[in-house]
């Protein structure tokens, strides 16, 4: 009774927005034109390929980076701790937009690599990371303290103490707040534009550059950001409350 409750509420909620930017939108004086985004689909198309592809990517990425960060940060390596601390120091403390040019226009002039879906999105790998590192290292502190020492005194050394018993329950917990990182990549993506790299947003940009036609343009865009990162929160919400009965 509760869900249907909930649900019912949410459909009423969604519809009562709808219906507000819809008399919103009927009081400005603009000569609509919906067959834009329908003409310009395939870039719409293109562009959403492209966001989920890089953001896929990058999560799995940074997430590879955050567990090897967390890691470390809890190590008895102090040139690791310090090393690592460093890093989420640095891509978290600088805004994503500065380190985009960094790596597209320093690191790949650098290397001799010019691909900018793939700079893009080892540029929010990193940026993830750091935040997947710092979530890493939170889940693994929160274990009990206890449960180490126990593990000690079976014989298991450090990392076997870390890869038989804290990680697996330290994994449990940081799922949630992960798969939420993934809804911030999402919506981070769309800095990629700035490089050039044929995102959701870039799609907007050259729709509303060559039609003059802004809310055809952006308001599609809104609405597949939405597809993206909707089912991705409900997820998310689903999982802490899943872990939060087990």
């Known amino acids: 009774m509760e869900t249907e409750y909930r649900i019912t509420v949410r459909v009423l909620a969604v519809l009562g927005a ?6 919103l939108f009927l009081q400005i004086d603009y000569p609509w034109n919906w067959r834009v985004p329908w003409e310009y689909r395939a870039l719409f198309i293109q562009g959403f390929y492209h ?32 090393v690592v601390t460093l890093y989420v120091e640095l891509f978290r403390g600088t805004p994503l937009l500065v380190q985009i040019y960094i790596f597209y226009f320093c690191v790949a002039t650098v290397v001799h690599f010019d691909n900018p879906l793939i700079i893009g999105m080892i540029t929010l790998a990193f940026f993830s990371g750091a935040y997947i590192t710092e979530m890493v290292r939170a889940g693994i502190e929160s274990i009990d303290k206890g449960q180490l020492e126990a593990a000690n005194s079976t014989g298991l050394n450090h990392w076997q103490t870390m890869r038989y018993i804290v990680f697996p329950q330290a994994l449990r917990r940081i799922i949630p707040p992960v798969t939420g990182q993934f809804v911030s ?15 959701l947003t870039k799609a907007s940009e050259i729709i509303n550059a060559t039609t003059y036609k802004t809310f055809e343009a952006y308001l599609p865009l809104a609405v597949l950001y939405l597809c993206i990162t909707y089912p991705l929160s409900y997820l998310t919400r689903r999982l802490e409350e899943k872990l939060r009965h087990d």
Request: charged share 15%; glycine share 12%.
């Open 51 to 82: 966001t989920v592809a890089i953001s896929i990517g990058a999560t799995s990425l940074g997430l590879m980076l955050g567990i090897v960060g967390g890691l470390a940060k809890v190590s008895r390596n102090i040139i690791a701790r310090e």
């Open 18 to 23: 709808a219906a507000g930017l819809v008399f």
């Open 185 to 199: 990549v999402v919506k981070d993506s769309s800095l990629l534009s700035v490089i050039s790299v044929r995102e």
